[in-house]
């Protein structure tokens, strides 16, 4: 807290990174956190070692244990992780389908999405953090930005940061999880602030997913489906999704 202090006498508009997840360390001194847990509780899902549906309670943990206000990233890879997996980094075990689920995902969610070095067109090379472009060489394979792939992924993240830019639900809005009803790898929630409110569900798994569910405040006239990557049925404050593999759908219902 000294150096926050001191700190924010040379430079007062200053934004504190915590590489952590102590929620103490987020009452003065730091304004965001690398929320590992988040993480690497995505990174199970992914793998098929764990359910979608425990990254609610996931969420839930880290959302009453943390400070009102306080930052947590949205984050798959990072230096870290990705120094340590060698050649199975996430873009390798999701696939690039899981990892465009995956980041639409931290998109949606409250908090601060991670785009790691490369993810922007889809890079899978192998990485460390003690190479660079002389030495080792383990780093991004810029290439990839010209394949069909790299492209389009970075549309959708053009497309993903331009959502959060226009919608203050995506960015400032209350995150409500939906259980009842939703298959155990697929992550459905809404955003809601008092002018808008949006319905996002991602499947994370390599099999397709339906499920019907009710939302409150859904009527037939005022859905605008703004990312989609499979079907839904709007009717009588009921939707009816079929998502393909790794599909998401996002849709503003206010």
């Given at each position: 807290e000294e150096g926050r202090r001191r700190l924010e006498e040379i430079r007062p508009d200053i934004l504190m990174l915590n590489e952590g997840q102590k929620p103490a360390y987020m009452e003065r001194a730091f304004d965001m956190s690398y929320c590992f847990g988040w993480c690497y509780a995505l990174a199970a899902?992914?793998?098929?070692?764990?359910?979608?549906?425990s990254l609610a309670g996931e969420w839930q943990k880290f959302h009453d244990s943390f400070p009102q206000g306080a930052k947590l990233l949205r984050a798959l890879d990072n230096?870290?992780?990705?120094?340590?997996?060698?050649d199975n980094r996430a873009e390798c075990y999701a696939g690039h389908d899981g990892m465009d689920a995956a980041l639409v995902l931290n998109y949606m969610l409250d908090g601060i999405p991670f785009v790691y070095n490369g993810n922007e067109v889809a890079d899978a090379s192998q990485h460390s953090i003690f190479s660079n472009r002389y030495y080792g060489k383990m780093a991004i394979d810029w290439s990839n930005a010209l394949t069909p792939y790299g492209q389009h992924r970075m549309k959708l993240v053009r497309q993903l940061n331009q959502l959060r830019r226009l919608h203050t639900a995506l960015c400032e809005g209350e995150t409500h999880w939906k259980i009842d009803g939703v298959p155990e790898n697929t992550a459905v929630f809404t955003r809601n602030s008092q002018r808008e409110s949006f319905l996002i569900a991602v499947n994370l798994s390599r099999q397709p997913a339906s499920?019907?569910?009710?939302?409150?405040?859904?009527?037939?006239?005022?859905?605008?489906?703004?990312?989609?990557k499979g079907e839904f049925q709007f009717g009588n404050g009921t939707v009816r999704l079929q998502l393909p593999a790794y599909g998401y759908l996002v849709v503003k219902y206010k």
């Open positions: 899902v992914l793998k098929g070692e764990s359910t979608a549906s230096h870290d992780t990705v120094s340590d997996s060698y499920a019907r569910l009710s939302i409150n405040g859904i009527q037939s006239g005022n859905i605008f489906p703004v990312l989609q």
